[in-house]
C-alpha cells in the first residue's frame, strides 16, 4: 500500500461514494422487521421480526407480483440479451467507416432519451388514433388501444426497451471485436470460411467472455426492473399484468405511507437477486470448468 499509495488515493473517492451511498443505507433495511413510525425513528420503533414478510407472501397479490415481476424481467433477458450481440457482429462487418458511423449514430440516439420521453413515444405511436393503428386500419383490421390491454404490456416493454438501449449495449462487444486480429480473418478466407463460419469461430468466441459477464449480471438483476418506465406505461386497465414489486413498493411505500411492509417487499426483491446471481455465476462457471476453459 505504501509503494501504490497513488492508486489507492485514485480510488478513494469512489470507495467513500460507494460507502456513503450503497452500504450506510443498508442500516435502515432494520426497519423491514419493525412496526416503524417516524416519530419513534429507527431503533424506538417496536421490533415485529419477520411479520411483514409474512403478510406480503399472505396477501393475494403476492404470486401476481412476482409472476409479473419474473415474466418481464425473463423474457426481457431472453429477448433483449442477444439483439445488442447481432448488432455488434453486424457492425463488425460493415467495410464503410462514413455508414458505419452513421448507422452506429442512429442505434445510440436512442439511449440518450429520457424514459418519460420514451413512453410519451409510445402512447402516441399505440393510440387508438396513432401511425400503427392506422397501418392496422389500411390492411382492413380495427384499431386496437394497446395501451389498456394487459396482454400487450410485456411486448411493448420489452420492444421499447430494446429499441432504447440495445444500441448503447452493443458498444462493449464493438470494443472487443475491434481486437480481432486480421490476420486470423485472413486465414479463414484463405481456406474458404465463409462470413458465417468466420462469426461463429472467430467473432464469437473473441467476446464469448465479456458475453457470460454481461449475461451474468444482467440476470444478477433479473428482479430489478426499471421502476420508471413500469410506473409511466401503467394504466388503470392494464394493472393485471404490469403491477410489478417496484411498482408495488412505491404504491405501499411513498403513497401509503407504510415503510416498514415496503422495506421488507424491497429487501425480498434483493435477496431473490442475490440468490440468483450466486446461481448463474455456478453454473456459467461449471459449464466453462466443462469446456476445460
Known amino acids: 500500500m505504501k509503494e501504490n499509495y497513488q492508486l489507492y488515493l485514485f480510488v478513494l473517492p469512489a470507495l467513500v461514494l460507494v460507502i456513503i451511498f450503497k452500504y450506510v443505507p443498508m442500516y435502515g433495511a432494520l426497519i423491514a422487521f419493525k412496526d416503524f413510525n417516524p416519530l419513534q425513528g429507527i431503533m424506538g420503533s417496536p421490533w415485529i421480526g419477520v411479520k411483514n414478510f ?100 410485456r411486448s411493448i416493454y420489452i420492444i421499447s426497451d430494446i429499441w432504447q438501449f440495445a444500441g448503447w449495449a452493443s458498444v ?52 430489478s426492473i426499471g421502476f420508471e418506465k413500469a410506473y409511466l406505461l401503467q394504466t388503470s386497465m392494464n394493472i393485471p399484468s404490469s403491477e410489478i414489486l417496484p411498482t408495488y413498493v412505491f404504491k405501499i411505500g411513498l403513497q401509503m405511507g407504510d415503510y416498514g411492509y415496503s422495506t421488507a417487499i424491497g429487501l425480498f426483491n434483493s435477496v431473490i437477486n442475490v440468490i440468483l446471481l450466486l446461481t448463474v455465476n455456478k453454473i456459467v462457471k461449471r459449464l466453462n470448468e466443462g469446456e476445460g476453459l
Open 54 to 153: 409474512e403478510k406480503f407472501m399472505s396477501t393475494p397479490d403476492f404470486m401476481n407480483l412476482l409472476g409479473n415481476t419474473l415474466k418481464l424481467s425473463a423474457f426481457g433477458l431472453l429477448f433483449g440479451f442477444p439483439v445488442p450481440v447481432i448488432l455488434a457482429l453486424m457492425l463488425h462487418r460493415i467495410r464503410s467507416v462514413v455508414l458505419k458511423k452513421n448507422i452506429q449514430l442512429i442505434l445510440y440516439a436512442p439511449n440518450f432519451i429520457s424514459v418519460v420521453v420514451v413512453v410519451g413515444i409510445v402512447f402516441i405511436m399505440l393510440s387508438p388514433v396513432g401511425p400503427i393503428n392506422h397501418i392496422i386500419n389500411l390492411f382492413g383490421g380495427k384499431s386496437i388501444d394497446f395501451m389498456t390491454e394487459p396482454g400487450f404490456f
Open 172 to 223: 462493449v462487444y464493438l470494443a472487443a471485436l475491434a481486437n480481432v486480429s486480421q490476420d486470423l480473418i485472413d486465414a479463414a478466407k484463405m481456406d474458404g470460411a465463409n462470413i458465417f463460419k468466420q462469426i461463429i469461430h472467430i467473432d464469437l468466441p473473441t467476446i464469448k467472455p465479456i458475453m457470460v459477464i454481461q449475461f451474468i449480471l444482467a440476470a444478477g438483476n433479473i428482479m
